[in-house]
């Protein structure tokens, strides 16, 4: 497994950014999938965004759809949040996770390693 470790999260109004960083050690970073998770009170965790090790291939949730960005530097072992036009349902812990040989990467138990996460919340 590796470790994550989450950091970027805060306080924001209505229609701001955030960047969150996830750093991943512990072992090798290649071939991992990476996602991000959030978790409102109350609530399920769910899936925001993942992307596979290979280049390009990234996927949504509808509901971040065109406002966040997932990116990753593999010869950095990080992975990046980019969220904008946040909106006060975008408030969550989120998490960041990995995983190995992920076919369907919207599918939280694929996952083997988890940050502890970071919290999101957005004013109105």
């Known amino acids: 497994q590796v470790q994550l470790v989450e950091s970027g999260g805060g306080l924001v109004q209505a229609g701001g950014s955030l960047r969150l960083s996830c750093a991943a050690s512990g072992r090798t970073f290649s071939g991992y999938a990476m996602g991000w998770f959030r978790q409102a009170p109350g609530k399920e965790r769910e899936f925001v965004a993942a992307s596979r090790w290979s280049a390009g291939s990234t996927f949504y949730a509808d509901s971040v759809k065109g406002r966040f960005t997932i990116s990753r530097d593999n010869a950095k072992n990080t992975v990046a949040l980019q969220m904008n036009s946040l909106k006060p349902e975008d408030t969550a812990v989120y998490y960041c996770?990995?995983?190995?040989?992920?076919?369907?990467?919207?599918?939280?138990?694929?996952?083997?390693?988890w940050g502890q996460g970071t919290q999101v919340t957005v004013s109105s």
């Open positions: 996770a990995a995983g190995r040989n992920i076919v369907i990467v919207t599918n939280i138990r694929a996952y083997e390693s």
